[in-house]
């Protein structure tokens, strides 16, 4: 009969080998792209982490966008690069926060009591959610056990699993977040305007290149005068899920986790009933195009 007792090996390797060259290539890359970070953050960010730009609001150059200037910078260091990024990463997380907290529209609705509320977004959509958070979510791969990360990861997946009053956003009965528009002050219930998505009016020649190529505010209005049906679930909307991911792998409650199924299973289940097409639209009462009639 074989033996079932476990067996125990002990190797010793003790003779000293050269680190090939590609290994040393990719730490010589780490660390540049950790220093072409360091001096981007000292000729861009001041003193409190506020980034040197024009706060602003919007689909084209909103919060999103100042916080994906540090995109990928907990990757990096979560790669290997120099604890020296992740200093700065929290550096320029803390002023983010604070700067568009404090920053406010005069004209959107939206956000005129600041575009951030509870350290979140007021209400957009999960296209530009997911671009500002991107950084945020991989923190977890450098700092797992920063309570403050944990609290923030908590707070956030809240807002989508009907835990906070003032961010109705999740529909438990129906299994649906209520509009592509949803934040941490719950969803937007109408037609988004052209100034929902826009921002304030905002000069624009000979000031700014813009990244759809408008020459003026009028042009940035017209790039989103179309985007006016929000109100019902949106596929779009399924990248909430990550804040339930990240939730549950900071805490390993199993809150999170029966959460993220819940909802990914209701749009599987949506997805078969609509012939295997994802359907555009989850009506309030749960049905298939509900608020396209």
């Known amino acids: ?8 090996a002990l190797v ?5 080998l050269a680190p090939p060259r590609w290994a040393l ?3 010589q890359f780490l660390k540049v792209q950790a220093e072409a970070c360091t001096e981007f953050y000292d000729k861009y960010f001041d003193g409190r982490g506020y980034l040197e730009c024009v706060p602003r609001w919007g689909g084209d150059d909103g919060p999103d966008d100042a ?11 979560a790669l290997g690069a120099d604890d020296g990024i992740l200093d700065l990463f929290r550096s320029g997380l803390e002023g983010h926060l604070r700067q568009y907290t404090e920053a406010k ?13 509870k350290e979140f977004p007021v209400s957009l959509d999960w296209f530009h959610h997911g671009e500002g958070l991107s950084p945020f979510l991989l923190y977890g791969l450098c700092d797992p056990y920063d309570a403050n990360y944990i609290r923030r990861c908590r707070r956030f997946a809240g807002f989508y699993m009907d835990e906070d009053p003032q961010a109705p956003n999740y529909d438990p009965e129906h299994r649906i ?10 969803p937007l219930m109408r037609k988004a305007t052209a100034l929902d998505w826009t921002g304030d009016p905002i000069e624009v020649a000979d000031r700014f290149a813009l990244g759809h190529g408008e020459r003026t505010y009028a042009e940035m209005l017209d790039h989103f005068r179309e985007y006016t049906d929000i109100v019902g679930d949106h596929p779009l909307n ?4 990550q804040l339930g991911l990240v939730a549950f792998a900071a805490t390993g409650e199993e809150k999170y ?7 990914v299973d209701a749009w599987v289940e949506r997805t078969d009933d609509n012939g295997g097409i994802i359907p555009s639209n989850i009506g309030l009462d749960g049905t298939i195009g509900g608020e396209t009639g």
């Not at 986790?257 to 909802?263: A, C, G, I, M, N």
């Open 1 to 8: 009969m074989p033996d079932s007792q476990p067996h125990s």
């Open 12 to 16: 010793t390797i003790d003779t000293p």
């Open 25 to 27: 290539l990719q730490r």
């Open 67 to 77: 916080a994906e200037n540090q995109l990928n910078w907990t990757m990096l260091h």
């Open 105 to 117: 529209t005069v004209e959107v609705p939206m956000a005129r009591d600041g575009m951030y509320y």
């Open 177 to 186: 977040i209520r509009s592509m528009f949803n934040g941490s002050r719950g």
């Open 238 to 241: 399924l990248g909430a899920t």
């Open 257 to 263: 986790r029966q959460w993220l199924l819940e909802y």
